[in-house]
């Protein structure tokens, strides 16, 4: 099992140069479990999860990993804890899948320790938890986008740390592999414990496979909570600008949004005038 940390911000500022995207946010992210960080386009979702790793400097406050700055933690010693999927990553030119799964492992070796029998094993149990390991010996370039994607969470896999985040780890997947995907990631909550941060853009997807939720939008937080309380009718207007209703997934017993679509309300007023 992994071990828990407390990841937190405190009156967060975040942007890009001069433009700020979030302002004064304060959460807490709950250890061993899953969160979804959802919301419009430009929002800040992305914005808030590469500032929870480091990637982006607060424009104020803190992110805080058990009380400590992850901006003063060794780079080393964060990546021991905290794995990133970001949202376009980039490999150098014709390295193979395993060598590139492989890079996952990079934080746990010292100047001086060589590759162990423990560093395959991670490695295989990431190609074989996303389905890759036929692809081992191939070039990432010659994979099409979703291959590219699973090969990019087994490499986030073989880190195997307690925190995963993971930028919109679904994308360039058809249906099919996104749930596989997030299948894949309830797994590894479930088995290990790892504390999951990921951004989804699918609210139902985020809702069915979240235990926490996080919306995003006008600058700040707009709700987080369990996707029963989050996911409401009057939050989907006021941050996606959509009306819609929510129903119960017969499956899941989550909830799911249903868009009402303009075209079937000018059918069923048409309806309703004749």
């Known amino acids: ?17 001069k433009r700020v995207i979030l302002e004064d946010v304060s959460l807490t992210i709950p250890a061993g479990k899953i969160t979804a960080i959802v919301g419009g386009n430009a929002s800040g979702k992305s914005t808030l ?32 804890v905290m794995g990133l999927l970001p949202q376009s990553p980039i490999a150098p030119e014709g390295i193979t899948v395993a060598d590139l799964v492989g890079r996952g492992r990079h ?6 320790s060589r590759w162990s029998r423990e560093d395959d094993r991670a490695v295989f149990r ?17 994979l099409s986008g979703g291959q590219r994607q699973r090969v990019w969470i087994a490499m986030a896999l073989a880190q195997e740390t307690d925190l995963l985040l993971l930028d919109e780890p679904t994308t360039f997947l058809d249906v099919a592999h996104q749930i596989e995907v997030l299948d894949l990631l309830v797994d590894l909550n479930t088995a290990q414990g790892t504390t999951i941060v990921m951004v989804l853009h699918d609210l139902n ?3 069915r496979y ?3 939720l996080i919306a995003v939008g006008g600058g700040g937080i707009r709700a ?8 409401t009718e009057e939050l989907v207007q006021t941050v996606f600008g959509l009306s819609c209703r929510i129903v119960t997934d017969p499956v899941s017993h989550t ?20």
């Open 1 to 17: 099992m992994t071990q828990h940390h407390r990841l937190e911000t405190r009156e967060l500022s975040a942007g890009y140069e």
């Open 205 to 207: 997807l985020a809702a």
């Open 49 to 80: 999860l590469r500032t929870l790793a480091r990637i982006l400097q607060p424009k104020a406050g803190n992110v805080l990993l058990d009380g400590n700055s992850v901006h003063h933690m060794p780079s080393r010693k964060l990546a021991q």
């Open 224 to 231: 987080e909570g369990a996707p029963q309380q989050v996911l």
């Open 107 to 112: 934080p746990h070796q010292g100047v001086f």
């Open 255 to 274: 909830p799911v949004m249903v868009p009402i679509g303009r075209h079937k309300a000018v059918e069923k007023h048409k309806d309703a005038a004749a």
């Open 126 to 142: 990431a190609l074989e938890a996303t389905g890759t390991e036929e692809l081992a010996e191939r070039d990432l370039d010659t």
């Open 210 to 212: 979240a235990d926490h």
